[in-house]
């Protein structure tokens, strides 16, 4: 089972940046996807970034040119690089890992970008 948590959410004022790394419990070679998602209050659940063992990413369209996915194989950890941040980039940013046809979740850390 892929344990995950995540860290460096905050309050930060819009334009502003904030990165958020997501350490895993084992290493993400054998992770096929890992991804950042992210729910506001009232909204559903929303791939925000994605990153596969091959490196290859995704973005959500309205995080393109903004927001960049990246690891750390060494550290077993992902990355998401935040900038030019939005108030509508609020919520909650949950990990995510893609492994053997299961999905893991970490426990989401809090952005809230204020106007």
């Known amino acids: 089972q892929v344990q995950l948590v995540e860290s460096g959410g905050g309050l930060v004022q819009a334009g502003g940046s904030l990165r958020l790394s997501c350490a895993a419990s084992?290493?993400?070679?054998?992770?096929?996807?890992m991804g950042w998602y992210r729910q506001a209050p009232g909204n559903q659940r929303e791939l925000v970034a994605a990153?596969?063992?091959?490196?290859?990413?995704a973005y959500a369209d309205s995080v393109k040119g903004r927001f960049t996915i990246s690891r750390d194989n060494a550290k077993n950890t992902v990355y998401l690089q935040m900038s030019s941040l939005k108030p509508e980039d609020t919520g909650v940013y949950y990990c995510?890992?893609?492994?053997?046809?299961?999905?893991?979740w970490g426990q989401g850390t809090q952005v809230t970008v204020s106007s």
């Open positions: 084992e290493s993400i070679f054998s992770i096929n996807i």
């Open positions: 990153i596969s063992s091959g490196g290859s990413t």
């Open positions: 995510n890992a893609k492994k053997g046809g299961k999905n893991y």
